[in-house]
Protein backbone atom coordinates (compact mmCIF):
# COMPACT_ATOMS: atom_id res chain seq x y z
CA UNK A 1 0.00 0.00 0.00
CA UNK A 2 2.58 2.42 0.84
CA UNK A 3 4.63 1.70 -2.30
CA UNK A 4 1.26 2.08 -4.21
CA UNK A 5 0.37 5.56 -2.31
CA UNK A 6 3.95 6.62 -3.30
CA UNK A 7 3.59 5.78 -6.80
CA UNK A 8 -0.28 7.49 -6.62
CA UNK A 9 1.49 10.70 -5.40
CA UNK A 10 4.28 10.72 -8.16
CA UNK A 11 1.88 10.58 -10.66
CA UNK A 12 -0.30 13.00 -9.28
CA UNK A 13 2.68 15.50 -9.03
CA UNK A 14 3.21 14.95 -12.57
CA UNK A 15 -0.23 15.81 -13.38
CA UNK A 16 -0.41 19.00 -11.40
CA UNK A 17 1.67 20.21 -14.22
CA UNK A 18 -0.03 23.52 -15.73
CA UNK A 19 -0.80 23.25 -19.91
CA UNK A 20 -1.29 19.58 -19.92
CA UNK A 21 2.19 19.10 -20.04
CA UNK A 22 2.47 16.07 -17.51
CA UNK A 23 -0.30 14.16 -18.78
CA UNK A 24 1.85 12.02 -21.30
CA UNK A 25 4.82 11.50 -18.27
CA UNK A 26 2.13 10.48 -15.62
CA UNK A 27 0.43 8.24 -17.95
CA UNK A 28 3.66 6.07 -18.29
CA UNK A 29 4.79 6.48 -14.90
CA UNK A 30 0.97 5.24 -13.72
CA UNK A 31 1.52 2.12 -16.37
CA UNK A 32 4.92 1.97 -14.95
CA UNK A 33 3.96 1.40 -11.68
CA UNK A 34 0.91 -1.12 -12.26
CA UNK A 35 -1.45 1.72 -11.45
CA UNK A 36 -4.61 1.43 -13.51
CA UNK A 37 -6.93 3.25 -15.60
CA UNK A 38 -9.43 4.10 -13.12
CA UNK A 39 -7.34 4.69 -10.24
CA UNK A 40 -4.94 6.86 -12.90
CA UNK A 41 -8.61 8.69 -14.05
CA UNK A 42 -9.11 9.23 -10.18
CA UNK A 43 -5.71 10.99 -9.56
CA UNK A 44 -5.92 13.48 -12.66
CA UNK A 45 -9.80 14.14 -11.32
CA UNK A 46 -8.31 14.74 -7.76
CA UNK A 47 -5.13 17.23 -9.72
CA UNK A 48 -8.53 19.14 -11.62
CA UNK A 49 -10.10 19.44 -8.22
CA UNK A 50 -6.66 20.64 -6.56
CA UNK A 51 -6.52 23.35 -9.11
CA UNK A 52 -10.24 24.43 -8.84
CA UNK A 53 -9.63 24.78 -5.16
CA UNK A 54 -6.40 27.22 -5.98
CA UNK A 55 -7.24 28.83 -9.08
CA UNK A 56 -11.09 29.86 -8.05
CA UNK A 57 -9.88 32.36 -5.49
CA UNK A 58 -7.65 34.17 -7.84
CA UNK A 59 -10.26 34.17 -10.71
CA UNK A 60 -12.85 35.77 -7.83
CA UNK A 61 -10.10 38.44 -6.88
CA UNK A 62 -9.81 39.15 -10.68
CA UNK A 63 -13.85 39.37 -10.91
CA UNK A 64 -14.38 41.58 -8.34
CA UNK A 65 -11.09 44.05 -9.33
CA UNK A 66 -12.72 44.38 -13.24
CA UNK A 67 -16.41 45.07 -11.46
CA UNK A 68 -14.98 47.91 -9.65
CA UNK A 69 -12.63 50.14 -12.22
CA UNK A 70 -14.33 52.00 -15.26
CA UNK A 71 -10.86 50.43 -17.40
CA UNK A 72 -11.68 47.01 -16.40
CA UNK A 73 -15.10 47.31 -16.34
CA UNK A 74 -14.76 48.22 -20.19
CA UNK A 75 -12.07 44.53 -20.55
CA UNK A 76 -14.53 42.37 -18.99
CA UNK A 77 -17.42 43.29 -21.32
CA UNK A 78 -15.29 43.03 -24.00
CA UNK A 79 -13.87 39.65 -22.97
CA UNK A 80 -17.80 38.59 -22.37
CA UNK A 81 -18.42 39.35 -26.07
CA UNK A 82 -15.02 37.81 -27.40
CA UNK A 83 -16.41 34.41 -25.04
CA UNK A 84 -19.54 34.79 -26.80
CA UNK A 85 -17.94 34.66 -30.25
CA UNK A 86 -15.77 31.50 -29.27
CA UNK A 87 -18.64 29.80 -27.58
CA UNK A 88 -20.51 30.34 -31.30
CA UNK A 89 -18.28 28.07 -32.68
CA UNK A 90 -18.78 25.23 -30.33
CA UNK A 91 -22.44 25.48 -30.56
CA UNK A 92 -24.31 28.24 -32.38
CA UNK A 93 -25.62 29.71 -29.28
CA UNK A 94 -24.32 31.39 -26.43
CA UNK A 95 -22.21 29.75 -24.06
CA UNK A 96 -24.30 26.56 -22.72
CA UNK A 97 -23.18 23.66 -21.15
CA UNK A 98 -21.44 21.71 -24.33
CA UNK A 99 -19.56 25.06 -25.38
CA UNK A 100 -18.38 25.35 -21.85
CA UNK A 101 -17.13 21.49 -21.71
CA UNK A 102 -15.60 22.46 -25.46
CA UNK A 103 -13.83 25.82 -24.44
CA UNK A 104 -12.22 23.62 -21.64
CA UNK A 105 -11.06 20.99 -23.62
CA UNK A 106 -9.70 23.04 -26.60
CA UNK A 107 -7.87 25.32 -24.22
CA UNK A 108 -7.62 24.17 -20.10
CA UNK A 109 -9.79 24.31 -17.31
CA UNK A 110 -9.33 27.53 -16.17
CA UNK A 111 -10.03 29.63 -19.28
CA UNK A 112 -13.49 26.85 -19.36
CA UNK A 113 -13.98 28.19 -15.50
CA UNK A 114 -13.53 32.18 -16.49
CA UNK A 115 -15.82 31.68 -19.20
CA UNK A 116 -18.39 29.82 -16.97
CA UNK A 117 -18.29 32.13 -14.54
CA UNK A 118 -18.31 35.53 -17.34
CA UNK A 119 -21.70 33.71 -18.28
CA UNK A 120 -22.76 33.36 -15.19
CA UNK A 121 -22.19 30.13 -13.67
CA UNK A 122 -21.19 29.39 -10.31
CA UNK A 123 -18.58 27.80 -8.73
CA UNK A 124 -19.82 24.00 -8.69
CA UNK A 125 -21.31 24.33 -12.13
CA UNK A 126 -18.61 26.56 -13.63
CA UNK A 127 -15.94 23.74 -12.68
CA UNK A 128 -17.62 20.82 -13.75
CA UNK A 129 -17.91 22.42 -16.81
CA UNK A 130 -14.18 22.94 -17.00
CA UNK A 131 -13.21 19.55 -15.49
CA UNK A 132 -15.86 17.72 -17.37
CA UNK A 133 -13.46 18.94 -20.87
CA UNK A 134 -10.65 18.49 -18.66
CA UNK A 135 -11.45 14.95 -18.49
CA UNK A 136 -12.23 14.50 -22.01
CA UNK A 137 -8.89 15.56 -22.89
CA UNK A 138 -7.14 13.80 -20.11
CA UNK A 139 -8.79 10.50 -21.86
CA UNK A 140 -7.48 11.64 -25.71
CA UNK A 141 -4.24 11.87 -24.41
CA UNK A 142 -3.88 9.14 -22.18
CA UNK A 143 -5.53 6.86 -24.98
CA UNK A 144 -3.04 8.44 -27.32
CA UNK A 145 0.07 7.83 -25.28
CA UNK A 146 -0.96 4.38 -24.64
CA UNK A 147 -1.89 3.18 -28.05
CA UNK A 148 2.01 4.89 -28.91
CA UNK A 149 3.67 3.61 -26.49
CA UNK A 150 2.60 -0.25 -27.17
CA UNK A 151 3.94 0.55 -30.93
CA UNK A 152 7.33 2.59 -30.04
CA UNK A 153 7.99 0.61 -26.88
CA UNK A 154 10.45 3.25 -25.79
CA UNK A 155 8.37 5.76 -22.63
CA UNK A 156 10.60 8.87 -23.62
CA UNK A 157 10.35 8.84 -26.91
CA UNK A 158 6.41 8.77 -27.00
CA UNK A 159 6.39 11.35 -24.24
CA UNK A 160 8.16 13.55 -26.67
CA UNK A 161 5.98 12.68 -29.85
CA UNK A 162 2.54 13.06 -28.08
CA UNK A 163 3.91 16.40 -26.31
CA UNK A 164 5.02 17.80 -29.85
CA UNK A 165 1.57 16.26 -31.04
CA UNK A 166 -0.28 18.51 -28.13
CA UNK A 167 1.66 21.27 -29.15
CA UNK A 168 1.44 21.07 -33.46
CA UNK A 169 -2.36 20.03 -33.52
CA UNK A 170 -3.74 22.39 -32.51
CA UNK A 171 -1.35 24.71 -34.93
CA UNK A 172 -2.52 22.83 -37.64
CA UNK A 173 -6.51 23.19 -37.11
CA UNK A 174 -6.17 26.72 -37.07
CA UNK A 175 -4.13 27.23 -39.88
CA UNK A 176 -6.66 24.85 -41.92
CA UNK A 177 -9.71 26.26 -40.59
CA UNK A 178 -8.40 29.68 -41.91
CA UNK A 179 -7.77 28.26 -45.37
CA UNK A 180 -11.17 26.72 -45.19
CA UNK A 181 -12.61 30.11 -44.16
CA UNK A 182 -10.80 31.78 -47.03
CA UNK A 183 -11.47 29.58 -49.56
CA UNK A 184 -15.60 29.80 -48.54
CA UNK A 185 -15.08 33.80 -48.67
CA UNK A 186 -12.98 33.41 -52.05
CA UNK A 187 -16.30 31.49 -53.42
CA UNK A 188 -18.64 34.04 -52.15
CA UNK A 189 -16.67 36.81 -53.71
CA UNK A 190 -16.01 34.50 -57.01
CA UNK A 191 -20.56 33.70 -57.06
CA UNK A 192 -21.41 37.92 -56.62
CA UNK A 193 -19.00 39.53 -58.91
CA UNK A 194 -19.82 38.90 -62.59
Avoid at 88 to 114: K, N
Amino acid sequence: MIQSTSAMFGVLKLFIIPVGGGIPAGVMLAQAKGLTWPITAGIYLISDLVLAIAFEPVLRFISTLFGKTTFFARFRTAFKMAMARSAAHFSGTGAGPFALVMIAFGVDPMTGRATALAAGHGFIAGWAFAIAGDMLYFAVIAITTLRLNAYIRNPNTTMLIVLAAMLVVPVLIRFFKRVKESCKQSKAASVISP
